[in-house]
């Protein structure tokens, strides 16, 4: 296995910057820890390369960014656009699917200088990388943040206008019994997209037929279905706190012999790419996935040309999608 900077980092009990210092002949190193790397680099017969050399001056190239899933074409979207924007600008990016903070920090480029910046799309345990990241003096940004925080720079969707324009379209259609299957409640958008539903409802005068608290996946929706139906309380429309929800909502129906749009009426969050993948093609709320990739490369690269920079919160706009699976109420 080839050695590499870290081993002797590692060997010398050295950070990787006075390793990478003593590698370009820095004269602000102490002599005791030169003579450490040397010895490490002699033991370890390590030969130095260019991205080593790298390190010395203050930069390696690379962009981390965190995530929970690649399961997700929303996702995918962003984190292609964040990609090629880096590349325009002489970046790699480098990938950590994690599930915490904890794996993350810890089995990850996340530490040790490996990174010029990280960006957290959609953390769990949003404080705690916050703080490490704070206390590292790595610049960071986060996108989908689950808690507003103005000392952060952010980007985030506009989540409740989303919740709201997809009740006012229900109403529209001259639904009055309109339920939502919601996101945990761990989540911003969550939140959000609850309180934009709530909103449009009250401006109409109506009172939402049921709020149901799910996860981002398709069981939620199917679960929560077949519940109603086999109770007999399925309501006409629903607004679904995401795509895979609201798929798992069509195909309970589409088990029990439930026709959509005709009996029921229902909208998605996201506009993922199955959404026009299957019959009917639903309607849904889109995130500018390639805006919020791009706005977010923007905001990585002010971040480490200039670290006093003031924090930003930065807002996008969703759109309504109207496809298939809503219709008037007959």
């Known amino acids: 296995m080839k050695v590499s900077i870290f081993d002797v980092a ?21 002599h005791k820890n030169r003579e450490k790397v040397l010895q490490a ?19 390696t190239g690379i962009i981390g960014l965190t995530i929970t899933t690649l399961h997700d074409s929303f996702f995918d979207t962003v984190v292609k656009e964040i990609n090629d924007r880096l590349a325009e600008h002489g970046y790699f990016l480098a990938l950590s699917i994690s599930k915490s903070y904890e794996d993350a920090f810890h089995r990850s480029l996340f530490q040790e200088d490996r990174v010029d910046g990280v960006i957290l799309l959609s953390p769990v345990d949003e404080d705690e990388y916050v703080m490490e990241l704070k206390k590292k003096k790595i610049p960071f940004i986060l996108i989908d943040n689950s808690k507003k925080n103005p000392s952060v720079t952010s980007i985030i969707v506009d989540n409740f206008k989303g919740g709201y324009e997809a009740a006012k379209h229900l109403i529209e259609l001259g639904h009055t019994e ?12 969550s939140r959000e997209r609850e309180r934009g539903f709530a909103a449009a409802l009250e401006e109409a005068g109506l009172k939402p037929y049921c709020i149901e608290r799910g996860f981002f996946d398709i069981a939620s929706g199917y679960d929560i279905a077949m519940q109603w139906i086999r109770t007999g309380k399925l309501p006409s429309a629903i607004f679904a706190a995401d795509d895979y929800i609201a798929l798992g909502v069509i195909n ?4 029990e012999g439930i026709s959509i749009p005709r009996d029921l009426s229902i909208v998605g969050f996201d506009d993922q790419i199955f959404a026009t993948e299957f019959r009917p093609m639903l309607t849904t709320v889109r995130q500018p996935a390639d805006k919020i990739g791009a706005a977010g490369v923007e905001l990585m690269l002010a971040a480490i040309n200039d670290s006093a920079k003031r924090n930003v919160t930065m807002q996008v706009e969703p759109e309504l999608i109207i496809r298939e699976s809503t219709a008037r109420k007959t």
Request: hydrophobic fraction near 40%; charged fraction near 20%; glycine fraction near 6%.
């Open 178 to 189: 309109i339920a939502h299957i919601a996101g945990p409640l761990a989540y911003l958008s």
């Open 252 to 255: 309970a129906c589409l088990q």
């Open 41 to 59: 680099m002699k033991e370890l017969d390590y030969h130095p390369n260019a991205s080593a050399r790298s390190l010395a001056r203050g930069k």
């Open 10 to 30: 590692r060997k010398s009990g050295l950070s990787v910057v006075t390793v990478s210092r003593v590698l370009n002949n820095s004269s602000s190193v102490r």
